[in-house]
């Protein structure tokens, strides 16, 4: 690596320094980052009811951190701050950054943030006693798991009743709760204060973003990370292969925080949309061990039908827990789901972790095909956010809702389980993870 004249700035070749680590997102977060919508291409004639998904989705995350909020200019913001007050959000735990994007989808076109420390932090005993100090001081703000709140809020049940009736945050065992903090330790007011004050041993990983290798208006997008980075006055890396910069998704990866990542070969290795031509198997595992802290890559086949990323592990299957994932399935055989996903759950089955463990693998089921404009979405359960205190869940007026909330539920008993009505965000082919970045606490 070498730095460059910017003093926040280092470029990245492979081999990196070994201490970086990319916190599992359950971990404590210092904000999450999301950006105002506003390209309407996104949402062919279905705009309207875009805003409001995202008051919502924000509303929900400002009682729990801080939000960090990129709005296009000084009208964006007055539309945002309108709607967020007539819906009750805590605008002082939202922070407005006018910084002007192509679309919203910042999990893929925002930086990724990593921990810098000793040589030792990757050591897996390490992190496990940093994250459990950080987990007993949030268990002693847990959050009753019975109030799930705002269930089915754009969206009632068919049948008039409170989808949330049915839901129970009951496990009689531990689930290591330890890495399961909630609302952050940190006054709202003092949130605001350290939103411009540099964030302990943050890093900010800036891969290279090109629309997902398929459209043609990103020029703005590449600047966001390095926006983040200097907000969040974290060093910003930009990690190359070849002495060229990396294109990587945030949301072709997901990580437990201990040393295993989960992503797809339709994704990575595909040379349909292919982000990387000079890239193979080897050199993405070397990528995900020298920047993730994650030596151990677990490689799913197949991505949903109607996924414009083709491939985004996101959509499919999700770390909950250190040896624990979630994966959705599709029971019925004719549909187009049912061997990527069936085969997907193979390889899990079959996968171990960093330690060479075998993974607790839990099912979660897919919703009815969503259709709109004859054109099947990318509509998946797997595509929730976790923060401090809250799992925001998408849902789509689906009989399968319930089952997918209820699962989670016990999975999270610490963190309430808020659904987010998402049949017509879905229509711009992403949902609540696709927008979202976690920044966590330093």
Same mark, same amino acid.
């Given at each position: 690596?070498?730095?460059?004249?910017?003093?926040?700035?280092?470029?990245?070749?492979?081999?990196?320094?070994?201490?970086?680590?990319?916190?599992?997102?359950?971990?404590?977060? #210092?904000?999450?980052?999301?950006?105002?919508?506003?390209? $309407?291409?996104?949402?062919?004639?279905?705009?309207?009811?875009? =805003?409001?998904? !995202?008051?919502?989705?924000?509303?929900?995350?400002?009682?729990?951190?801080?939000?960090?909020?990129? /709005?296009?200019?000084? #009208?964006?913001?007055?539309?945002?701050?309108?709607?967020?007050?007539?819906?009750?959000?805590?605008?002082?735990?939202?922070?407005?950054?006018?910084?002007?994007?192509?679309?919203?989808?910042?999990?893929?076109?925002?930086?990724?943030?990593?921990?810098?420390?000793?040589?030792?932090?990757?050591?897996?005993?390490?992190?496990?006693?940093?994250?459990?100090?950080?987990?007993?001081?949030?268990?002693?703000?847990?959050? +009753?798991? +019975?109030?799930?709140?705002?269930?089915?809020?754009?969206?009632?049940?068919?049948?008039?009743?409170?989808?949330?009736?049915?839901?129970?945050?009951?496990?009689?065992?531990?689930?290591?709760?330890?890495?399961?903090?909630?609302? +952050?330790? /940190?006054?709202?007011?003092?949130?605001?204060?350290?939103?411009?004050? =540099?964030?302990?041993?943050?890093?900010?990983?800036?891969?290279?973003?090109? #629309?997902?290798?398929? !459209?043609?208006?990103?020029?703005?997008?590449?600047?966001?990370?390095?926006?983040?980075?200097? #907000?969040?006055?974290?060093?910003?890396?930009?990690?190359?292969?070849?002495?060229?910069?990396?294109?990587?998704?945030?949301?072709?990866?997901?990580?437990?925080?201990?040393?295993?990542?989960?992503?797809?070969?339709?994704?990575?290795?595909?040379?349909?949309?292919?982000?990387?031509?000079?890239?193979?198997?080897?050199?993405?595992?070397?990528?995900?061990?020298?920047?993730?802290?994650? %030596?151990?890559?677990?490689?799913?086949?197949?991505?949903?039908?109607?996924?414009?990323?083709?491939?985004?592990?996101?959509?499919?299957?999700?770390?909950?827990? $250190?040896?624990?994932?979630?994966?959705?399935?599709?029971?019925?055989?004719?549909?187009?789901?049912?061997?990527?996903?069936?085969?997907?759950?193979?390889?899990?089955?079959?996968?171990?972790?960093?330690?060479?463990?075998?993974?607790?693998?839990?099912?979660?089921?897919?919703?009815? =095909?969503?259709?709109?404009?004859?054109?099947?979405?990318?509509?998946?359960?797997?595509?929730?956010?976790?923060?401090?205190?809250?799992?925001? /869940?998408?849902?789509?007026?689906?009989?399968?809702?319930?089952?997918?909330?209820?699962?989670?539920?016990?999975?999270?008993?610490?963190?309430?389980?808020?659904?987010?009505?998402?049949?017509?965000?879905?229509?711009?082919?992403?949902?609540?993870?696709?927008?979202?970045? $976690?920044? %966590?606490?330093?």
């Amino acid at each position: 690596m070498h730095r460059s004249d910017d003093s926040n700035l280092v470029v990245g070749t492979t081999p990196a320094p070994i201490n970086h680590r990319m916190p599992a997102e359950w971990e404590p977060h #210092a904000a999450t980052w999301l950006a105002w919508p506003h390209y $309407q291409g996104d949402w062919p004639g279905k705009f309207e009811p875009i =805003p409001w998904v !995202y008051t919502e989705i924000i509303r929900n995350l400002a009682r729990h951190e801080r939000v960090e909020l990129i /709005v296009n200019n000084a #009208a964006a913001e007055k539309q945002a701050r309108k709607l967020l007050e007539r819906s009750n959000a805590l605008l002082k735990n939202i922070q407005f950054h006018r910084w002007p994007t192509n679309r919203s989808w910042l999990r893929d076109s925002g930086c990724i943030f990593v921990e810098q420390g000793s040589d030792d932090l990757r050591s897996s005993e390490v992190i496990r006693e940093r994250a459990q100090h950080r987990g007993r001081a949030a268990l002693q703000r847990r959050v +009753s798991p +019975s109030k799930l709140h705002g269930a089915l809020a754009l969206a009632p049940d068919r049948e008039g009743r409170d989808p949330s009736a049915s839901l129970r945050a009951s496990l009689s065992r531990a689930v290591d709760d330890s890495y399961q903090g909630t609302a +952050s330790a /940190v006054p709202p007011d003092d949130k605001r204060k350290r939103a411009l004050a =540099p964030e302990g041993n943050l890093q900010a990983l800036t891969f290279r973003f090109n #629309a997902w290798a398929k !459209y043609s208006n990103h020029g703005l997008d590449q600047k966001i990370g390095t926006l983040m980075s200097q #907000a969040a006055r974290s060093q910003q890396i930009l990690p190359q292969h070849d002495n060229t910069r990396v294109v990587l998704e945030g949301g072709s990866i997901d990580v437990n925080g201990q040393g295993t990542v989960l992503t797809t070969e339709e994704c990575l290795l595909s040379k349909i949309q292919q982000r990387n031509p000079t890239m193979q198997r080897k050199d993405y595992e070397k990528l995900f061990a020298n920047y993730l802290g994650a %030596p151990h890559t677990i490689w799913l086949g197949k991505g949903i039908a109607g996924d414009d990323t083709h491939g985004h592990v996101d959509d499919l299957t999700r770390f909950v827990r $250190q040896d624990t994932v979630v994966t959705v399935v599709e029971k019925n055989r004719k549909d187009i789901n049912h061997k990527p996903l069936t085969d997907n759950l193979r390889r899990l089955k079959s996968a171990t972790d960093q330690a060479g463990k075998p993974l607790n693998v839990i099912e979660l089921p897919m919703p009815k =095909p969503v259709i709109f404009e004859q054109r099947r979405l990318p509509a998946s359960y797997a595509n929730f956010y976790i923060a401090n205190g809250v799992v925001l /869940v998408p849902v789509f007026n689906d009989a399968n809702d319930r089952e997918a909330l209820n699962t989670l539920s016990e999975i999270f008993p610490a963190r309430e389980i808020v659904p987010i009505y998402s049949g017509d965000l879905i229509w711009g082919l992403g949902t609540l993870h696709c927008m979202t970045q $976690q920044q %966590p606490s330093p």
